[in-house]
């Protein structure tokens, strides 16, 4: 096992050392380590095989390319110019991770905020800015822009493990922007595809912002997914870009737990068909524990106009505001209304 620190420096002369700097983050890797620089490296193979920061490739799908099940790909933030005010330089791809490999995607940088982390941003095409075909792929630290595109942020395509696999995905610590369309049906920023599955997946830590939708289950056609956890994530607002922030149709989700997100303000995109803050379909099970919700005393579950929820999702400890400009009650607990 190797560890990679984003932050410190050291100084070797001899045998002597010297280490400068707290690291940012400590990452443990298994398996082979391969790195991405897309102002310095090259694609060109020789000693551009990716094995250090100094031979690094240009490209992220040269890295995936070349990297073997379990191994790790990190990512280094683009050069950006000061006068880059609105939107940092890109990695244009559109990336798919294949069924055969297990890989970790790790952008370096401080946290999910748009030009702190590396961005993929294709500007064109149907196509997610990553798709996901292996079980157990971990992705951190990452900037997915969708403007221009319609295939959104991330898709999760798996088949039940017939010829692919999302199984064990964990999303943390990205950041998802522009990820459009008219309504829930069209992209999103983190998406499962009809057929459902992907089970056990952990969204966790995450900056959502002007997405269509940011988390979206479109369907259940082959299997219900499982034990889905959503947690501490900040989702989208503009209200007048936005349909709905979690959307689950279909048969639902068996184990869905909604924890200590921020959900900023009421959906109202103008061509949008759902405009609440979540709308979860009849068969889901778990718990919306511990969230904050930009609203004035909206009501939620069933078909109410704050959320939309069977009663096996269990409301638990969800604040919102009471009422307008009266400070007090700005911590009204939120119940369960049929």
């Given at each position: 096992?190797g560890?990679?620190?984003?932050g410190p ?7 002597i ?14 398996g082979t ?7 310095n490296?090259s694609d ?6 990716g094995?250090?920061?100094t031979?690094?490739?240009?490209t992220?799908?040269?890295a995936?390319t070349a990297a073997s099940?379990?191994?790790t790909?990190f ?14 330089v890109s990695?244009?791809e ?10 970790a995607?790790?952008g370096q940088?401080g ?17 997610a ?7 157990g ?7 997915f822009?969708g403007?221009s ?14 010829s692919?696999?999302?199984f ?6 990205c950041?998802?922007k ?10 999103g920023?983190?998406r499962?595809?009809a057929a459902?599955?992907?089970?056990q997946?952990r969204?966790?830590?995450?900056r959502?912002y002007?997405?269509?939708?940011d ?5 259940t ?14 989702f989208?607002?503009?209200a ?26 009421l959906?109202?995109?103008s ?16 718990a919306i524990?511990?969230?904050a ?12 106009t ?9 409301l638990?400890?969800n604040?919102q505001?009471?009422a ?12 369960y209304t049929?």
């Amino acid at each position: 096992m190797g560890f990679l620190n984003f932050g410190p420096r050291t100084l070797r002369v001899g045998d002597i050392s010297l280490t400068a700097g707290t690291p940012i983050a400590r990452f443990p890797y298994f398996g082979t380590a391969y790195y991405v620089d897309g102002d310095n490296g090259s694609d060109a193979g020789g000693a551009a095989n990716g094995k250090s920061s100094t031979h690094a490739f240009a490209t992220i799908a040269a890295a995936i390319t070349a990297a073997s099940d379990g191994d790790t790909i990190f990512i280094k933030t683009r050069t950006m110019p000061y006068t880059q005010d609105t939107d940092p330089v890109s990695y244009a791809e559109a990336l798919t991770i294949p069924a055969s490999k297990r890989l970790a995607l790790i952008g370096q940088g401080g946290g999910p905020v748009q030009g702190q982390q590396p961005q993929i941003k294709k500007g064109s095409g149907t196509a997610a800015q990553l798709t996901i075909r292996s079980a157990g792929c971990y992705i951190r630290g990452l900037t997915f822009n969708g403007i221009s595109a319609t295939g959104g942020g991330i898709l999760l395509d798996d088949d039940l493990g017939v010829s692919k696999s999302a199984f064990g995905t964990v999303i943390e610590g990205c950041m998802f922007k522009n990820c459009l369309g008219a309504d829930v049906s069209v992209a999103g920023a983190i998406r499962w595809t009809a057929a459902g599955n992907a089970w056990q997946v952990r969204i966790v830590g995450n900056r959502f912002y002007k997405n269509v939708t940011d988390i979206c289950i479109p369907g259940t056609g082959t299997t219900v997914p499982q034990d889905v956890v959503i947690e501490d994530n900040i989702f989208s607002s503009p209200a007048a870009m936005v349909d709905c922030n979690i959307y689950v149709a279909g048969s639902g989700v068996g184990g869905l737990f909604i924890n200590r997100n921020v959900f900023p303000v009421l959906p109202a995109l103008s061509t949008g068909t759902v405009k609440k803050f979540y709308s979860l379909a009849t068969g889901c099970l778990g718990a919306i524990s511990n969230n904050a919700f930009g609203s004035t005393a909206l009501t939620f579950g069933g078909t109410n106009t704050g959320g939309g929820h069977p009663a096996t999702m269990f409301l638990v400890n969800n604040r919102q505001q009471a009422a307008v400009a009266q400070e007090a009650a700005n911590l009204s607990p939120i119940g369960y209304t049929a």
